[in-house]
């Protein structure tokens, strides 16, 4: 049974900060992950999605990395603003209908 | 491009009531799953319904069920409320019957006293 894990749990950082992310998952055989960012009480904004044979995705001053092999993927948010301030999640997609998430890391970014 | 669009936003039922929630899939996408995320926990998969017909389900209930329709919009019934299931359910839709991405809606939020 997949499970992913979200390191951390929440995460606050002043204003203008690098920052990485962190998402486990323990059966490499994905088809894709993908990362969301979601709004206190909102729905869930797709943020990047890497397929299993690629090993990175770049959105502006986001990129996310993907290692099959060891289970793990990150997020990294270069010079971080308030406006990134949400919590994101991580979503392995197994290509069985589903999606399986994380618990989510919740990001402060402070000015 | 319409994205996907969920109603209502927010929902009051008393416990043993029954629920439905709609949702309408964004343009070319055949596919609705539906996902139930309680406060403070990653989404958990409900099922997904690929052209009319259910191709997928998580552990849930019996009493929770789906329909889509022919223009790929969807419903969950919840049937006999139970307290546990005050949740944002959310809606996401795709193409295909393993999807390249998933595009979710703004969900509804559902409370059961």
């Known amino acids: 049974k997949q499970e992913v894990t979200q390191i951390p749990a929440a995460l606050s950082v002043p204003e203008g900060e690098n920052l990485v992310l962190n998402c486990s998952f323990t059966d490499s055989a994905i088809y894709n992950l993908q990362w969301f960012r979601q709004d206190p009480g909102k729905g869930l904004t797709s943020l990047l999605l890497i397929q299993s044979s690629q090993r990175e995705q770049t959105s502006g001053r986001l990129n996310a990395s993907l290692d099959k092999s060891s289970g793990r993927s990150t997020l990294y948010i270069a010079a971080s603003q308030p406006g990134d301030s949400a919590t994101y999640l991580c979503a392995v997609n197994e290509g069985a209908q589903k999606l399986v998430f994380g618990q989510g890391t919740r990001l402060t970014i402070n000015p | 491009e319409t994205g996907v669009t969920q109603s209502p936003t927010h929902l009051i039922k008393t416990r043993g009531q029954q629920v439905t929630l709609r949702c309408s899939s964004q343009s070319g996408h055949n596919t609705v799953s539906w996902y139930q995320q309680a406060l403070g926990q990653g989404p958990q998969f409900i099922f997904q319904y690929y052209r009319e017909e259910e191709n997928g389900r998580g552990n849930f209930p019996p009493r929770f069920s789906g329909l889509q329709f022919p223009n790929y919009s969807s419903e969950l019934n919840v049937n006999a409320l139970e307290l546990d299931d005050s949740a944002l359910y959310l809606c996401?839709?795709?193409?295909?019957?393993?999807?390249?991405?998933?595009?979710f809606g703004s969900g509804t939020r559902l409370t059961v006293v």
């Open positions: 996401a839709s795709s193409f295909g019957r393993v999807a390249y991405g998933y595009t």
